[in-house]
């Protein structure tokens, strides 16, 4: 069975950093392309990073380039996103997506459960 | 502001069709596949339909999807209550050159 369980929310002030993690289990981690997809408090779905199988390619959504790095190791089959500079308008859910195999880009197949950053004062 | 556009609400009753539409541009919709996710309160999302009108396995046959130039549309069938939740689109878009979600449908049975 395909699981991501992320981990890592917290609550933290404007200005500061959070490390989000993605354990996968149930398939092969290292055959796939991976997304961050963040939701904040009673809105919608917002794509912000993707990175390639290999963890060569990576790309954010213009509301995050230059303060998130997404990265991922294979060898622990985990997905991770490092948040700097954070802002209040980041709050939100955050879920890390798998990229199915079949459709176009960005097509998610499985989602993990979400973890919360909540940037407050 | 969203880049795709949704109708913020939908409702029916038990055994009605339901359709939901989802509005792009030129660089989105009109020139790559839609995809929709659904998404129970308190949950993650769940893909639903994927190139415009594939159903990933396990998921129902009443739901569909269709696409028509900038625009695409998702059918409930035979509606259901534990159909009730929130609906979102989503495609490329090549100005963007980016991924964008519609701001989402919240599906209300009667």
């Known amino acids: 069975e395909v699981q991501l369980v992320e981990s890592g929310g917290d609550l933290v002030q404007p200005g500061g950093s959070l490390r989000l993690s993605c354990a996968a289990s149930?398939?092969?981690?290292?055959?796939?392309?991976m997304n961050w997809v963040r939701q904040a408090p009673g809105k919608g779905l917002e794509w912000i990073a993707y990175?390639?199988?290999?963890?060569?390619?990576?790309e954010y959504a213009g509301s995050v380039k230059g303060r998130f790095t997404i990265s991922r190791d294979n060898a622990q089959r985990s997905l991770y996103l490092q948040m700097n500079s954070l802002r209040v308008e980041d709050t939100a859910i955050y879920y890390c997506?798998?990229?199915?195999?079949?459709?176009?880009?960005?097509?998610?197949?499985?989602w993990g459960q979400g973890t919360l950053a909540t940037v407050s004062a | 502001q969203s880049v795709l556009t949704q109708p913020p609400s939908a409702s029916g009753t038990p055994g009605q069709t339901v359709t939901i539409s989802c509005s792009g541009t030129?660089?989105?919709?009109?020139?790559?596949?839609v995809h929709w996710y659904q998404q129970f309160s308190g949950a993650a999302p769940r893909l639903l339909i994927y190139?415009?009108?594939q159903r990933p396995s396990g998921v129902p046959d009443r739901f569909s999807g269709s696409k028509s130039g900038t625009s695409a549309s998702l059918a409930i069938r035979g509606l259901q209550s534990e159909d009730e939740a929130d609906y979102y689109c989503?495609?490329?878009?090549?100005?963007?050159?980016?991924?964008?979600f519609g701001g989402g449908t919240k599906l209300t049975v009667l």
């Open positions: 030129s660089s989105s919709v009109g020139s790559n596949t």
């Open positions: 190139s415009n009108y």
């Open positions: 149930g398939f092969t981690f290292s055959d796939y392309e």
């Open positions: 989503a495609s490329w878009d090549d100005n963007l050159n980016w991924g964008v």
């Open positions: 990175i390639n199988s290999g963890g060569g390619t990576k």
């Open positions: 997506a798998r990229e199915s195999h079949h459709g176009s880009r960005g097509t998610n197949d499985y």
